[in-house]
């Protein structure tokens, strides 16, 4: 390991929930040995070769599995936020789809989630996203955004913003929802041209969201189009790039030819995440440690790209300021 990539202080703001439970966890959290049985052997599976997005969607649901009473949520939430802090991340933005259960509601869910953030006592500030995920319809996907506000309400120094999420290839973006999640203080961060999809990509620039996810299939040599990127370039938009998430699914053919490329070159707004490094198998610091790798970036580099990150971040301004400052201050002790 890097250990310029690992002593950095990181900014991580794309960073799934499920998908973020390490296979520690996984085995801490016992009750459910089939799916970590399964969990272990997909795993394996995805070491030998590149898996598609559908199949990276199964592991998913293993983790899913092992958090399905308010127990494990806890003790989930509370383990991504201790190795997220472990890797020297200074601020961390979880997203979660809110869930209901056998023994707990949607509501409850949540509120566990929130429970174990606010019990964090490490160095580390946490926030939470809420996402509708793709597949539900109206007027499922009122109702959970109708949680979603409420719950915003309840907890605003938490609950931050709304993500859409989960498979691309399913569901649709419903825009009147997210207008309505704007309009109700909530920031936007939006899984965005994950695959081809010019009109969904379309529509949702032009919603304005505080964020995107991936951004894959904008330029058009990575199967966007010149009127999308364009597009993209008077908005500038900050994107969440995953490169291992990427690769892994095969949205990307390779590190080297990740269209990230073009944000670097362009020197466009992006931030550096791992989308779910319990899935992938990796961290924060691996991510920037291939970033540097692939695209010849120093150290310098490496080091602004977290302190811009602090501005696309939905964190409140004061606490803005106090990233900024560990940031600065970190650079003139350990940066010559
Ligand atoms: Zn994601």
Not at 101 to 129: G, S
Not at 223 to 250: D, F, H, M, R
Request: proline content about 3%.
């Amino acid at each position: 390991m890097n250990e310029f990539c690992k002593n950095l202080p990181k900014i991580e703001l794309h960073a799934h929930l499920n998908g973020s439970l390490s296979s520690q966890t996984l085995k801490k959290l016992g009750c459910f040995d089939e799916s970590i049985e399964e969990y272990h052997r997909l795993n394996k599976v995805m070491e030998r070769s590149s898996r598609t997005l559908d199949e990276c969607f199964l592991l998913f649901k293993v983790a899913h599995n092992a958090t399905r009473t308010k127990e494990a949520v806890y003790t989930a939430t509370k383990d991504v936020i201790e190795e997220f802090f472990n890797d020297n991340a200074i601020y961390l933005e979880l997203r979660t789809t809110p869930r209901s259960e056998e023994c707990m509601t949607m509501e409850e869910y949540v509120e566990t989630v929130v429970k174990a953030i606010q019990d964090n006592k490490l160095n580390i500030i946490v926030k939470l996203l809420l996402s509708i995920d793709r597949r539900y319809q109206l007027p499922a996907s009122d109702n959970v955004m109708n949680l979603i506000i409420k719950m915003k309400n309840k907890y605003p120094d938490i609950i931050k913003g709304v993500d859409l999420s989960g498979n691309p290839n399913v569901g649709i973006f419903n825009s009147e929802l997210f207008k309505k999640a704007k309009e109700s203080g909530l920031s936007l961060s939006l899984h965005c041209g994950e695959v081809k999809n010019d009109k969904e990509v379309e529509e949702m620039l032009f919603l304005n969201p505080d964020r995107i996810g991936h951004a894959t299939c904008i330029h058009p040599k990575y199967e966007g189009s010149e009127e999308l990127w364009n597009l993209y370039c008077q908005k500038l938009i900050p994107a969440e790039c995953c490169l291992t998430s990427n690769v892994v699914c095969g949205t990307s053919k390779s590190y080297a030819n990740h269209h990230i490329l073009e944000w670097i070159k362009n020197d466009l707004p992006f931030t550096i995440s791992t989308d779910d490094k319990g899935v992938f198998n990796t961290t924060l610091s691996t991510e920037y440690e291939l970033l540097q790798r692939h695209f010849d970036l120093n150290d310098s580099d490496l080091w602004k790209i977290n302190y811009n990150s602090i501005d696309y971040s939905f964190a409140e301004s004061s606490e803005k300021d106090k990233l900024r400052d560990i940031m600065l201050e970190w650079k003139t002790k350990y940066m010559k």
